[in-house]
């Protein structure tokens, strides 16, 4: 399944980077600006964990400004800051309101204080108040009773696979290798890690290639390498689930975040891909349960709470378009309630080997210059350069949302060489055909959910995964993959099974 046979690669690089999610792509996409040789893989498909399953916000945190982590808040609210600048399309301002309630908790000076300070970090000043009326305006299906009005502010919002999937293309384009479903494990010479030992998921074949320096960044399991030495720090993987619901079931025009009645935890609802994602719990994961999903009890506590913020609209499980779960990678300090667990990154090396986990997605680029000054400590030549734009952006007002999602190369590309049936938009969603065409001829489609779940979120915002438009998904895929029938009713089957276990939406 590697779209590069393993014994077509050199037999070292300078650096090999275990992992394509958001940590793995932007270290890959980092590493590759200092001119080293840079190899990434992946054992499944690149953001096929948590980073296509977070809240999907690239925000500051203010709950982590409730916990005085002032360095975590001011480091994350000027990274969205850069990326609303240097990634339009892909990263854009989400509107905030959160609405507050007589005798309730927190009062209206104490939220205006800190979306003050939250704005005085990002240099910028957009919070305010609205009064009830203006509020109820926007949201007319809010809680109506003590209603004073609702603190309004900015965050952003991205499609956190595409995000990875970006920076993978942008890091190949300047001369980087990246493979997914290719398993690596790591080989040792004594103490000292020199490389490591390849197996395509497909074929079986094996491949030991050098590196000067192997960086771990599988996420929620970097200390679950195999063949790494120990000396990892303990981590506490968290489920986070979330609802899709369409626009129509549930009519949110801004995002709207409050306090869950239950336990006082935020959670939120906001537009998201054509679509609404809500969410978010905050759990204890065991790893032995498999692929996460989202359980019953988490459904119940999620419509709970929105039954508390919007009693009219009645909203069950079943309304739902899906359900998606991501597992946290949280370094454990041992608290007892899983959300006072602090959402720092943690970096640990040994000889040949540097290792990453935890962290925001907001900060990945942060977090990969990091890793790559620890790395420089073994290999001199990978120490990061002065600051570059994390994308080059084109300014393009009518694709700019495309323009995004691909750069402009791939855009110009894809826009001069569709027809115009290619470039219709595929109805209850922001994607066109043409999208589809693109990603199985040009990202390393393997698997119909690679195409349905990732390189596009049709899976999670269409009812049943996309299933009335399997036929047509069937054309573009017999086209561009070169399937054949019997390929096409194992994917699909697989695909629909694979759906209805993980994204389903959880009825009693």
Known sequence: MSSIDLNTLPASFDAIVIGGGISGAGILREAVRTGARVLLVEQNDFASGTSSASSKLVHGGLRYLKNKQWRLTLESVRERQRLLREAPGLVETQPFLMPLYQGAKPGKFTMRMGLWIYDLMAGTFVSGWL?????????????????????????????????????????????????????????????????????????????????????????AWASDLQGAPEGSPKLRPLRGSHFVFSKDTLPVKRAVSWLHPKDQRPIFAYPWEGAVVYGTTDLDHDASQGHPRMTLEEADYLIDGLA?????????????????????????????????ESRESAMW???????????????????????????????????????????ESAKQQKHERLFGRLGAKAANVLLSSSTPAQLEIIEGTPYCWAELHWAARHEQVHQLDDLLMRRTRIGLVMVNGGLEILPRVKEICMTELAWDEARWNAESARYLELWQRNHAPVIA
Request: hydrophobic content about 40%; glycine content about 8%.
């Open 131 to 219: 009064s009830q009326n203006s509020l109820l305006k926007i949201e007319p299906n809010l809680r109506k009773p003590d209603l004073l009005g609702a603190v309004h502010y900015e965050d952003a919002r991205t499609d956190d696979a595409r995000l990875v999937q970006r920076l993978i293309r942008d890091a190949v384009d300047a001369g980087a290798v990246a493979l997914n479903y290719v398993r690596a494990e790591v080989v040792m010479s004594g103490a000292q890690v020199t490389g490591v030992r390849l197996t395509d998921s497909a074929s079986g074949q094996t491949r030991e290639i050098a590196g000067s320096i192997v960086i771990n960044a599988s996420g």
């Open 308 to 340: 508390y913020q919007f009693p009219a609209l009645q909203l069950k499980s079943s309304d739902a378009l899906s359900t998606y779960s991501g597992v946290r990678p949280i370094v454990d300090s041992g608290k007892d309630n899983p959300s006072e």
């Open 349 to 391: 090396s040994s000889p040949g080997l540097v290792n990453i986990t935890g962290g925001k997605l907001t900060t990945f680029r942060v977090t990969a210059r990091e890793v790559l000054h620890e790395a420089a400590k073994q290999v001199p030549a990978l120490a990061p350069g002065k600051d570059q734009p994390v994308f």
